[in-house]
């Protein structure tokens, strides 16, 4: 038998709730019409509740560790839109979903935003209560959507823009992975060398009477270090990096380092581009979704995942308020490429800016692959070429002894 929890309406019409166990929902149902309570909703006990009472009470842990990706988010929106499409209620569309879905945490989620809805709450509305899943982006766009009678257009624009979120992400981390790997591989090696082959090889060179090069002797040393005082350069590295962690917690350290971010050579000018992909995608989604252009930069200005050009953005927000264009007072900013604030001009000209601002996106993004392509092409001879290196130095450290040893024995 399976636990239902249940909301409904006594013989009084006072609303009464609880649970009772049974074999499905609908015999769940019938039991309480026999008890003389009406229900209005009936679900299985969520996973991951707490279950009995006193000594036999049972906590599931591991909803606190499940996890709603974007990915999840952007197959959900995609499934709404073809359910709301095919003209079924937003209910029993959210019911279809909630049979779906795979994750406990977001079944949990969809039937609270159904028993909302069904309440007489608004889809966004009930979405807002969820802000940890649904972005204030999203939320927006389906209010902006239910008031303007196109909710199944506006989720499809949400599929394709969350769709595309993810393909940038996913170039980007596919990018790095292999020089990230590459570089974790080749510091195994090398500090297997200095901890494993050269503590060897020095005990060789003890038993023998000669004086070490240089070279060897700095070697030897460094083994030593990291074998003896391996916990120094550790300390080092976890102290570095909770110092980082709680300069960049702080607002004017994370604003800082943006700022450095933005100015790395090669970093900085991908970092910018991502930026502007996002403004202009996610501004050009929201605008032509119909959200009214001041609460669409407010919403932009959080998605960039930059403090600089966010900052950049709400001071545009801020003239476009007193009646300027979007373009003039980006360019005046100096965060924006000059590519970028002309098209944008353009297409505010001509009416065409929602389309302009999705041309625009899709041209950074491509740049942004081309560059990240190059700069793996770069990364990987010269982590070669680092770590060839050092080879050559260990290697060269042994052997020197050698030949001074083969020079005195003639």
Same mark, same amino acid.
Not at 13 to 21: K, Y
């Given at each position: 038998?399976?636990?239902?929890?249940?909301?409904?309406?006594?013989?009084?019409?006072? #609303?009464?709730?609880?649970i009772i166990d049974s074999d499905n929902a609908k015999s769940a149902r019938s039991k309480l019409r026999k008890?003389?309570?009406?229900?209005?909703?009936?679900?299985?006990?969520?996973?991951?509740?707490?279950?009995?009472?006193?000594?036999?009470? #049972?906590?599931?842990?591991?909803?606190?560790?499940? @996890?709603?990706?974007?990915?999840?988010?952007?197959?959900?929106?995609?499934?709404?839109?073809?359910?709301?499409?095919?003209?079924?209620?937003?209910?029993?569309?959210?019911?279809?979903?909630?049979?779906?879905?795979?994750?406990?945490?977001?079944?949990?989620?969809?039937?609270?935003?159904? #028993?909302?809805?069904?309440?007489?709450?608004?889809?966004?509305?009930?979405?807002?209560?969820?802000? %940890?899943?649904?972005?204030?982006?999203?939320?927006?766009?389906?209010?902006?959507?239910?008031?303007?009678?196109?909710?199944?257009?506006?989720?499809? @624009?949400?599929?394709?823009?969350?769709?595309?979120?993810?393909?940038?992400?996913?170039?980007?981390?596919?990018?790095?992975?292999?020089?990230?790997?590459?570089?974790?591989?080749?510091?195994?090696?090398?500090?297997?060398?200095?901890?494993?082959?050269?503590? $060897?090889?020095? /005990?060789?060179?003890?038993?023998? %009477?000669?004086?070490?090069?240089?070279?060897? /002797?700095?070697?030897?040393?460094?083994? %030593?270090?990291?074998?003896?005082?391996?916990?120094?350069?550790?300390?080092?590295?976890?102290?570095?990096?909770?110092?980082?962690?709680?300069?960049?917690?702080? !607002?004017?350290?994370?604003?800082?380092?943006?700022?450095?971010?933005?100015?790395? !050579?090669?970093?900085?000018?991908?970092? @910018?581009?991502?930026?502007?992909?996002?403004?202009?995608?996610?501004?050009?989604?929201?605008?032509?979704?119909?959200?009214?252009?001041?609460?669409?930069?407010?919403?932009?200005?959080?998605?960039?995942?930059?403090?600089?050009?966010?900052?950049?953005?709400?001071?545009?927000? @801020?003239?476009?308020?007193?009646?300027?264009?979007?373009?003039?007072?980006?360019?005046?900013?100096?965060?924006?490429?000059?590519?970028?604030?002309?098209?944008?001009?353009?297409?505010?000209?001509?009416?065409?800016?929602?389309?302009?601002?999705?041309?625009?996106? %899709?041209?950074?993004?491509? #740049?942004?692959? $081309?560059?990240?392509?190059?700069?793996?092409?770069?990364?990987?001879?010269?982590?070669?070429?680092?770590?060839?290196?050092?080879?050559?130095?260990?290697?060269?450290?042994?052997?020197?002894?050698?030949?001074?040893?083969?020079?005195?024995?003639?």
């Amino acid at each position: 038998m399976a636990i239902f929890q249940y909301k409904g309406l006594n013989a009084a019409g006072t #609303e009464v709730s609880g649970i009772i166990d049974s074999d499905n929902a609908k015999s769940a149902r019938s039991k309480l019409r026999k008890q003389g309570v009406f229900p209005t909703a009936v679900d299985a006990q969520e996973k991951g509740a707490t279950k009995g009472t006193g000594l036999n009470l #049972e906590i599931d842990f591991a909803q606190y560790f499940e @996890r709603v990706t974007v990915k999840d988010v952007c197959a959900l929106t995609g499934q709404l839109s073809t359910l709301i499409g095919a003209n079924i209620p937003i209910v029993e569309a959210l019911t279809a979903l909630i049979d779906q879905v795979e994750k406990p945490k977001l079944e949990r989620i969809l039937r609270d935003i159904r #028993e909302k809805v069904n309440q007489g709450a608004t889809l966004a509305e009930a979405m807002g209560d969820h802000s %940890d899943v649904f972005s204030p982006l999203y939320i927006n766009m389906v209010g902006a959507g239910e008031q303007s009678g196109s909710l199944v257009t506006v989720l499809q @624009r949400l599929t394709d823009y969350t769709e595309a979120q993810v393909a940038l992400r996913g170039k980007i981390v596919t990018a790095l992975t292999y020089p990230a790997l590459m570089g974790g591989v080749s510091g195994l090696i090398i500090i297997g060398l200095f901890v494993g082959v050269i503590p $060897r090889i020095k /005990r060789v060179f003890e038993t023998m %009477d000669t004086t070490l090069p240089a070279l060897t /002797r700095a070697v030897m040393a460094f083994s %030593d270090f990291l074998i003896g005082q391996w916990y120094i350069p550790l300390a080092i590295a976890i102290a570095m990096v909770v110092a980082f962690r709680r300069w960049v917690g702080k !607002p004017e350290g994370q604003t800082q380092w943006h700022g450095i971010l933005l100015k790395m !050579p090669v970093i900085g000018n991908v970092n @910018r581009k991502v930026a502007v992909s996002r403004f202009c995608r996610t501004m050009s989604t929201l605008l032509d979704s119909g959200v009214p252009i001041l609460t669409a930069v407010s919403i932009v200005k959080t998605v960039v995942g930059n403090d600089i050009i966010a900052m950049a953005i709400e001071k545009a927000g @801020r003239n476009i308020a007193e009646g300027q264009s979007i373009a003039e007072p980006l360019k005046a900013s100096g965060q924006f490429p000059p590519l970028v604030t002309h098209m944008i001009n353009i297409g505010e000209k001509t009416g065409e800016l929602e389309p302009m601002l999705s041309k625009v996106a %899709d041209a950074y993004d491509q #740049e942004v692959e $081309r560059t990240l392509e190059g700069l793996t092409s770069i990364l990987e001879p010269v982590m070669i070429v680092v770590m060839g290196g050092i080879v050559a130095i260990v290697a060269l450290s042994i052997l020197l002894p050698m030949l001074n040893m083969s020079a005195i024995a003639k």
